[in-house]
Every structure is written in C-alpha cells, then in structure tokens.
C-alpha cells in the first residue's frame, strides 16, 4: 500500500536577549558551569519573576512575521514535570492564551510554493542542561543550569507538511525568517535552534490524520530532523503493511545506528497539569504596541528578493539564492558596493563561495572572505590583472586565509601577461607545435580555436592575457 507521509514541526528558538526572561541573569554561551544563575532561575522559596519586555518584543516580530492573530491579554501558565535540570519542577510557559495563532509561512519546494499554517506562537523559559561524561563505564550525569530562564520562543505549525523535502523547506524557511527579523542568531551548534518533529503516516487518498504520531524531541540539526522522517517513514510503513498498530510515543534519534528508538509513552497537555502562574499578571497587547512591532521590522525575504531582481538586474533564480538568507544577503550587497558589477559577484557566491561554505559546514556569516576582498578579486578579473583561471587559484588561497587577492597575487607572481609580444611567441610556438590544428582553425573549425588557446595558457601557467590570445589566433590564421 502507499502510505502519505505527514509531518508537524515544534521549533524552539533562543531569543537574542542579553537576560534571562524572568530574572537579569546573562544568557552568554561558554560561561563556568552554573556561574550565570540566581534564585529565581534556581526556584528558590520567595524568589518572584519579572518579565522581560525584550524578549515579549521578539516574540511578537516573529508573530506578526507569520501572521498570527495576536492574543490579548496573553497569560503565563505552569507546565509542571519533573526532570533533573528544571529546578523548579515545573516551566513557565503558555498552553490557553498563546502570544500568536492561525499564522502561516509559505516556502518553496521544486518550484511551487505552498503554505503552512502555524497552531500557535508562545513564550517560555529554557530548562539546563544535563552533562553526560564520555568515558566508559561512568555512571553519573552532571547539571548545568547557565541556560535555565533563557527566554525560549516555541513555533508550532500544523501537520501540513509532506516528507523530507518540504520539511526541509520549511526548517530552512523558518531560519532565514528568524535571522532576518534578527530575533537570533539561530546558532545550532550551540543551541539556539532545536527542532521537534511529529511524523506519522495515512494511506494515500485518505484526509482523516491518523490517530498517533511519533515525536522525535531536540534534534539539533536540520539533517538529523530529516533523517529522523526517512527513518520513521520506513519503519512506520512497514509497520502498517504488517497491520500492526501504531501509538503514540516518544521517541530519540541514534546518531550511531542512524536509527529511532522507543523513549516513552507521548504526554497530552493534561499530563502537565497546566494551571495559570500566579505570579505573573496577563499581558496586555495595545494596538500602539503591535504597531511599534511592525515600524521595527527589516525587509523580508520576499521583498529583497524583489528589490535585487530590479536594482541589480539580476534573474529571479540568483536573486532567490541570495536573499534566502539575510547574512547572505548582507554579504552580497556588501560585495556589491565595493564592486558594482552584480552578476559576476552573484555567480561567484553561487559557485564557488556557496560550494566552499558548504564543504566546510559554515555559515555565510562565518565566511572567510571578507565581501570586499571578493569584490577585489572580481574588480580584478574584470580590470584584466588575472584570467578566470588564476582567479579560482587565488580564491582557493583567499577561503583558507581570508587574504587580499591583489596581496595574493603579488606574493605568487601570478599578475597576467598583457605583453603582446611575449603573448605572440606563444601563439607562434603553439602553432608549430600543432600544425593539424592550426590548420583545421584556419579551415573554419571554430571548436579548434579553444584548445590551442588552451596550450597557450599553458604554457604561459595561466598568465597570458585570453583576448589578446584569441585575438592573435585569429589574425594570424584567418586574416
């Protein structure tokens, strides 16, 4: 039987504050072990949170980003469970009256575009972080608890979703809208962006949602996440083609054996006993505020994109590329300004910028090169200084350096031969030393033209200026 894959997504994402959201504990990464903590963040007796006006701010740009109906007054509640780093035994967070809902993102897979509607947009706080020591045979786990009272924002879609490729669309989406709205750095390597993915199955032209999901909780990595549907895919389907039952659960990624495993039965909304916090007042959100929200908020993807179609003259599919992420798009108008000629830059942060960043797992904003020194290289292939060959050579040394070409290409000797003379007696050698082509170019076979440009450039190691080459070949061999 075809079964239809169908998936929902609970993103958590560590909003840019530089304090918790309930106390003014710092939320730097990299600190001591339970350094950045205080009784409140540790639920002490007697200890009272204080909102963060900050984080409520970034919390309602990304509500109004996706559209959501804003909920007003909005209320804190307690989700209480027990778990070795949250102190207090239960989070604060919010189930009845969420910040946002009935919002939607749009992303674009194999060139159609759909819609996928977001439940609910709400605030709560980070719990720590257990520690689990490497080494063989250790039996103990240790708690820090630096991250806990980070203010967390949770962004649920609607199971809308269909397999791997539109999930990670829609990751991928959701990401370049965080960072252009600047609402945080989306950092995963330290966790400022964690995915939680339900996935379960239907028989294909059916419309009812089956009546279980799995849940694969804080995967840290967008290839994790889609690995954990191509796995659950698999074993789901067989599981149904065996008539078995599925429910719902729990379940964590192996990274060792690329495989899921069961965790534990999937709690419902009353398993956490969910009751309102008594020390925090609802939230009022005044109209005069949602309109400070939105006079706050940048040009969106879809914007820029069009914005670099028309005042850089570039085609919808570069323009696409560069705005799909802000950092990305900095970089590129940066290039831009230092360098007006658009499509060559764009060519080279396609190719091979994109191609090296990827290699070397790299965010743009974690680029090497400096956007003027890109610049330079391009102003310097179009000034002539170097042929397209020379320059991937330098480029090569600039993405391990992060150097100035013109530097580059001084250090190395490889500025481009522009003397016609010199350039002439390659030509000449080159036509002696390959009569048959030489002939076959003067005969009218235009395809000959590149090789023996080509041994040109050989010899020459990439140095002989290519028009004065061509145009040498031309006049001696044709007239």
Known sequence: MQYETIVGFEVHVELATRTKIFCGCSTEFGAPPNTQVCPVCLGLPGSLPVLNRKAVDYALRVAVALNCR???????ERKNYYYPDLPKNYQISQLRRNLGVDGGLEIAVDGRRKKIRIRNVHLEEDAGKNVHPEGAGEDYS????NRTGTPLLEIVSEPDIRGPDEAMAYMQTLKNLLEYIEVSDCNMHEGRLRFEVNISHRPQGETDLPGYRSELKNLASMKTAVRCIEYETRRQCRALDRGETLRQETRLWDEATQKTRAMRAKEEANDYRYFPEPDLVEVEISEEWLEEIRRSLPELPDAKKARFIERYSLPEYDAGILTASRPLADYCE???????NPKALS????TELLRELNNRELEPAECP???ENLASLVRMIDE???SGKIA???FA??????GDPRKIVEDKGWVQVKDAGQIDAWVDEVIAANPDAAEAYAGGKDKTLGFLVGQVMARSKGKANPQIVNELFRRKLRG
């Open 369 to 371: 090169i400096p956007p």
């Open 392 to 394: 991937k050579d330098v």
């Open 70 to 76: 804003i909920n007003s007054p909005t209320i804190f």
């Open 384 to 386: 002539g200084a170097i």
């Open 142 to 145: 240790l708690v820090d608890l």
């Open 347 to 350: 060519n080279w942060i396609m």
């Open 334 to 340: 940066k290039a831009v300004a230092a360098h007006n």
């Open 397 to 402: 040394e600039m993405i391990e350096t992060g």
